[in-house]
């Protein structure tokens, strides 16, 4: 198989799989793929009465992904809705739509065409697994579900939005049984892949050790 240059970042929710693969697309110039936001793109436009279709060519023709310094942007005819697509609401909307293989075949080929054949990280949950079996790096990023809730916590407190700690705890365990048990894509490192534990880990810890298998394979 000839590997491409892609770096797959997989892993449950909240491990830090985004902010990764912000430092890592800043850090070398690679194009940025966030696939989470594609499926809560297809919830949001889903919500708005589209098919799946339908909301493959709303996507194409009509939604912008804007990247700026560590931040990524999303706008849909010019309106900037990326708060929206960071609520709690559409991330499990999200999950729902992504065990259903229409929404994933909607979504495939998109997914792909962010690979520009000069350099592109990918995170989510089937990137190494499914849509880039051929990326030259693949990693599983992971967390106890104890710390991820503290990060997501923190993150939405930030936003100014009410959480209950004991609430996101249960909502991330069963959001990691749904991932992991489908029977479509479900939630598993790639057989070759570089897998970390993040639990005890500062981004900078984990976005060196990742510098470090990026040079190996691409410098």
């Known amino acids: 198989m000839k590997r491409i240059n892609v770096i797959t970042i997989d892993g449950p ?17 690679f194009n940025l793929l966030d696939s989470g936001v594609l499926y809560r793109l297809f919830a949001f436009l889903y919500e708005l009465s589209f098919t799946s279709d339908e909301i493959a060519n709303q996507i194409k023709k009509h939604v912008e992904f804007i990247k700026s310094e560590d931040k990524l942007s999303i706008r849909y005819k010019k309106n900037d809705i990326t708060t929206e697509l960071r609520s709690e609401i559409l991330a499990k909307l999200a999950s729902e739509h992504s065990s259903k293989k229409e929404v994933r075949n909607a979504l495939y080929d998109i997914q792909r065409n962010f690979y520009n054949g ?8 089937d990137m190494g697994t499914v849509v880039f079996r051929d990326a030259k790096l693949k990693i599983f990023l992971t967390a106890s579900s104890e710390e ?5 916590f923190l993150e939405l407190q930030n936003r100014g939005q009410e959480v209950n700690m004991p609430a996101l705890i249960a909502d991330i365990e ?3 049984l749904n991932d992991s048990s489908r029977e479509l894509s479900p939630l598993l490192p790639a057989e070759d892949a570089h897998i970390i534990d ?3 880990m500062s981004l900078e810890e984990v976005f060196s050790f990742t510098e470090n298998l990026i040079k190996k394979e691409f410098i």
């Not at 929710?13 to 110039?29: C, E, P, Q, T």
């Not at 000069?118 to 949950?125: H, K, M, N, Y």
């Not at 991820?148 to 997501?152: E, L, M």
């Open 174 to 176: 069963k959001r990691d």
């Open 118 to 125: 000069e350099g592109l990280v990918a995170d989510g949950r």
């Open 198 to 200: 993040s639990s005890e």
């Open 13 to 29: 929710s909240a491990s830090g799989k985004g902010a990764l693969a912000r430092g890592i697309a800043d850090s070398f110039g």
């Open 148 to 152: 991820r809730a503290k990060r997501r």
